[in-house]
C-alpha cells in the first residue's frame, strides 16, 4: 500500500546548505521580516531579468554575463527560502505552492528565451515543456507515496549549471569568431537531457509500484 510520504524526502538534497556563506545568508535574512514566500518570489524578479538580458545578448555580449549572474540569483533564492522556511522556522500552509510554481515559472522565462536568441524558439519552448515534465513527474511520484526523485542528468540545478556555462562560452565565441553556435548546442543538451530524464524518473517510479506489499 502506498504510504504517507515522508515531508523531508520533498526536499532536494544540496551540499551547498551547509556552507558558511549560505547560513550567514540565512542569519542576515532572519534579522529581518523577509518571508520564504518573498525569496521565492524574487527568484522569478531575477530569472526575468536574465531572460531579458540573454534575448538581448546576441547583440550586445557582455549581456552574456548578466544572464549568468541573474542564473546564479536565481538559485540562492532557490536554496534560501527552504532554508528560511525550515532551518528558521518560517514555513507557510501554502510555502509548498511558492516553493514550486515560481521555479516553474523561472524555468520557462531562461529556457524560451534561450530559444529566441539562438534564432530557435521552438526549441526553447520545446526545452521549457520538458523541464516542466521533469517536475511533474518527480511531483507525481511524491503524490503517490514516494520519497521525490530529483534524480538528473537534467534536473533544475543541472539545466541551470549549463546555461551559466553556455552564457559564458557563448560571449567568448561571440568576441572570439562572431557567431555563438554553444547556444544551439547548449539548449539541445537541456531538451535531450530533460526528456532522459523523464524516462528515468518514471522508470523508478514504475518500478517501485510494482514492488509487492509487504505483508
Known sequence: MIGEP??????????????????????ALLRTRVTPNQISLASVAFSAAGA??????PHTPWLFLV???????RLACNLLDGMVAVEGGRGTPV???YNEIPDRVADSLFLVAWGLACGVGWLGCAAALAAMATAYIRVLGGALGQAQDFRGPMAKQ??????TATCVAALVEALALGHMTVLIVGLWVVFVGS????????????????RPDPA
Request: charged content about 15%; glycine content about 2%; overall charge positive.
Open 52 to 57: 531579458a538580458a540573454l534575448l538581448a545578448a
Open 158 to 163: 543541472h539545466r541551470m549549471a549549463l546555461l
Open 195 to 210: 526528456l532522459w530524464t523523464c524516462v528515468a524518473r518514471t522508470r523508478v517510479i514504475a518500478s517501485l509500484l510494482d
Open 95 to 97: 510555502g509548498a505552492l
Open 6 to 27: 515522508d515531508p523531508k524526502a520533498s526536499r532536494r538534497p544540496l551540499a551547498s546548505r551547509s556552507s558558511a556563506l549560505a547560513r550567514a545568508a540565512v542569519a
Open 67 to 73: 544572464a549568468a549572474l541573474c542564473v546564479q540569483l
